[in-house]
């Protein structure tokens, strides 16, 4: 349903030139958003969808060891959407060994991600609500290192941003000023505490993404933010109850269509249309998600079975793999209570195998990779090379 545009034009003077920016009006949309039919067909599927992979992390021999992996992987793709370059292995390997060359900013980006999930989602256990205040505080995280840690970590703008060109004239869009952020992200606020109106989850978090994204309420990292505040809702409305849904890796695939989709809503008013890709990347990387734990799982159990019968320090370390796939002869010393000669004998034996594999290829220093499993954690995530961002400042 195409309803106009959603929100008014306000002319704004920065940088030397006039512009119209953008304010939406609050949420929910008005005429509200057709849930019957097809959409209502889709919320079912995607519901279902979060309900089996919920289940299937109940089962898990070690939820945690997926855990770990899966929100790395969501950081690494949210990431990869605003034009860093670093994969999953980058950041795996950056968290026991140090930062690969020529990565530094990238890898920092990835890794306060990864920090600022943790920390929104420890909030939430502990009933603090989904506020302003909270935001501010995960931004803060999220931008505490890298390219953005000048812009104004964890404080709504102070000055004018704009979404693609080189200034506002030019800008493909230019969000809500920055003496109008406030209110507009307070009434945010309002709607995800269903207020006016109670918001069956799903909608709510597809409704409050744009909004975020369309109000962008700081300098930097609205866009990693935004895609948060997804998981964040999820979790806290129960839907969820681990993030195990790496929705980013939809947006990748799709990101012009993404891009596009969040403008039209604010152009023509079409949330329907939006909400039908966004219930299809739930449905899509949901089931996804389902696949691939079993398939870690199978490779777990073949390769356990595989090593039957080797040395107890070769059998805890194929066990410390699954959780950390990355080693070098003395973190498998220290993780597996050995010495270093003993550590290196399993390794080898390992590698005779071919369950690990040497990446570096150096006489010294060497790191070990558990190439299956990170081929399967892999997919989806490489980065997307030659490409740069959308300016989101």
């Given at each position: ?36 039919g097809e959409m209502g067909v889709l919320l079912d599927e995607a519901s279902t969808a979060l309900g089996r992979l919920d289940g299937i ?177 999820l979790c806290k409305e129960g839907v969820l109850q681990q993030p195990l849904l790496y929705l980013s890796l939809h947006f990748k695939r ?81 993780v597996i209570g050995v010495s270093i000669p003993t550590a290196t004998k399993a390794i080898q034996r390992l590698e005779e195998f071919g ?39």
């Amino acid at each position: 349903m195409k309803r106009g545009l959603t929100g008014h034009h306000v002319p704004i003077s920065t940088v030397g030139e006039r512009a119209q920016a953008f304010v939406p009006h609050p949420l929910p949309p008005q005429p509200p958003v057709d849930v019957d039919g097809e959409m209502g067909v889709l919320l079912d599927e995607a519901s279902t969808a979060l309900g089996r992979l919920d289940g299937i992390f109940s089962l898990l021999p070690d939820p945690a060891l997926f855990l770990y992996t899966y929100v790395r992987k969501e950081a690494v793709l949210s990431s990869q959407i605003e034009g860093t370059q670093s994969s999953l292995s980058d950041l795996l390997r950056h968290e026991v060994e140090g930062t690969p060359a020529g990565l530094e900013a990238d890898v920092a980006e990835v890794s306060c991600y990864v920090d600022a999930m943790q920390h929104g989602l420890a909030l939430l256990e502990k009933g603090a609500p989904l506020s302003l205040r909270m935001i501010r505080e995960i931004h803060g995280r999220l931008l505490s290192h890298g390219r953005g840690s000048t812009k104004m970590p964890g404080e709504f703008k102070r000055s004018q941003n704009w979404i693609g060109g080189s200034r506002p004239g030019d800008a493909r869009f230019v969000p809500t000023p920055p003496d109008m952020t406030l209110e507009a992200m307070g009434a945010l606020e309002k709607f995800i505490h269903n207020d006016p109106v109670t918001t069956r989850p799903l909608l709510k978090a597809a409704l409050a993404h744009v909004q975020f994204e369309t109000i962008h309420p700081f300098l930097d990292g609205n866009g990693r933010l935004g895609r948060l505040l997804i998981t964040f809702i999820l979790c806290k409305e129960g839907v969820l109850q681990q993030p195990l849904l790496y929705l980013s890796l939809h947006f990748k695939r799709h990101r012009d269509r993404y891009y596009e989709l969040l403008q039209s809503v604010r152009t023509d008013g079409d949330w329907e249309e939006w909400l039908r890709f966004f219930l299809e990347g739930v449905i899509e990387t949901a089931s996804e998600a389902v696949t691939t734990a079993r398939r870690l799982l199978d490779l777990f159990h073949r390769d356990r079975d595989r090593i039957q019968g080797a040395a107890a320090s070769v059998l805890r370390l194929h066990e410390k793999l699954q959780r950390q796939p990355l080693v070098s002869a003395a973190q498998a010393a220290k993780v597996i209570g050995v010495s270093i000669p003993t550590a290196t004998k399993a390794i080898q034996r390992l590698e005779e195998f071919g369950i690990l594999s040497e990446i570096t290829g150096g006489s010294y220093g060497r790191f070990y990779a558990y190439a299956a499993y990170l081929d399967i954690l892999n997919e989806g995530a490489e980065p997307l090379r030659n490409e740069t961002s959308t300016n989101h400042q």
